[in-house]
């Protein structure tokens, strides 16, 4: 599976953007999906993750309420709605699929498949 994200961008504070991976190969909708984020400096971080199966989805606390994951599965898509966003939010965010199983969706470790990254960068 080759991932590639798109979608950053620089957006203001209470600004939204909606984040895009793309998937190519075969049987996406066999995959657990997740976006994680790097700020620099720091850890790459969970942000959250979408089932296969199911679709249930999962959410950092800090982005709960804020950020919306969607997939479509016609369109080997996962989709990132970022709302209400901070300058906090400001990472480079990296979509990664991988049969996960939901109790271990928060570890990067347990994704063996990742997209390049995409910046967003928010001002206040």
């Known amino acids: 599976v080759q991932l590639q994200a798109s979608g950053g961008g620089l957006v203001q504070a209470g600004g939204s953007l909606r984040l895009s991976c793309v998937a190519s190969g075969r049987s996406f909708s066999w995959y657990d999906m997740g976006w994680f984020r790097q700020a620099p400096g720091k850890r790459r971080e969970f942000v959250t993750a979408?089932?296969?199966?199911?679709?249930?989805?999962y959410y950092a606390d800090s982005v709960k309420g804020r950020f919306t994951i969607s997939r479509d599965n016609a369109k080997n898509t996962v989709y990132l709605q970022m709302n209400s966003l901070k300058p906090e939010d400001t990472a480079v965010y990296y979509c990664a699929a991988g049969i996960v199983g939901m109790q271990w969706y928060t570890g990067s470790e347990y994704y063996p498949y990742w997209g390049q990254g995409t910046l967003v960068t928010v001002s206040s």
């Open positions: 979408v089932s296969s199966s199911t679709s249930s989805t």
